[in-house]
């Protein structure tokens, strides 16, 4: 897990029986305040889910509180590195998902698509009995996808379900396998279970989704164009799990270009091109004045440090 970078980022998920998932969270954030990481932990009665970011010793700390859990010995992360803190602050939250679908039947514990290695994936989303998914939400593929994917163009993984069902007949025509795809692999857990429900047997998912994949293949073997959206404060990431080139815009939560951000639709925390029609005078004064606030907390900061 070492790095020259001072930052070590662990996203983890584990579909596990927490009985009172309330009971673990005031000793799981106790001790991630102690030794300092920060990031977003979500607990439900499914499981676990998360980000965390600190110091080699920190997050390992964490990590080996999480294997204590029920059902979590296993526990696979996924690691990158950052050169500076991706998160503001440690949140531990109580859900009543870990990964949000709205379908209840759906257990990933229960059954679930068949596990592909990212070094087989290349070879799988080539064959042309197979249809590719991605099943992350419309804001995240706008900066890069698998070749030949198909994009549901959906808002909230909520709304998957409902998108299969009205484009099932078309998306299997011809068709004998479903591959899909996420960033870290967690969606796919509760997507591919709910096409086994669905009665769909050839189902498949990149084991460790887009993260894994982008950290083990070689970038000349690699059928990803563009980059990963992750959701803290790097926004994307490349091939080896390098900084990206995006920023955010603090408004709507879409990934933005420099070239976007040259726009004169672009003002920091307000507005940019893509919402700037989408929100009211009032939505745009209330950002103006959490940006303002935001500025000075970082002015305040930074004299505290001096």
Known sequence: MSNTTPVTVAALYQFTSFAD???LREPLLALCEEVGTCGTLLLAREGINGTIAGSDNAV????AHIRTLPGCADLEVKYSHADTMPFARMKVRLKREIVTMGQPDVDPRASVGR????????????DPD???IDTRNDYEVMTGQFKGAVDPATESFRDFPAWFRSHREELLEGKKKVAMYCTGGIRCEKSTSFLRQEGIEDVFHLKGGILKYLETVPEDESLWEGECFVFDERVTVKHGLEQGEYSLCRACRRPITDEEMASPDYVEGVSCPYCIGEKTEEQRARYAERQRQRELAKQRAGKNRS
Not at 60 to 63: D, E, F, R
Not at 115 to 126: K, R
Request: charged share 15%; no cysteine.
């Open 60 to 63: 390992s700390a964490v990590l």
């Open 130 to 132: 197979t249809i590719v």
């Open 21 to 23: 998932p309330a009971a």
């Open 115 to 126: 596990y592909v290695d990212p070094h087989d994936w290349n070879d799988l989303i080539l």
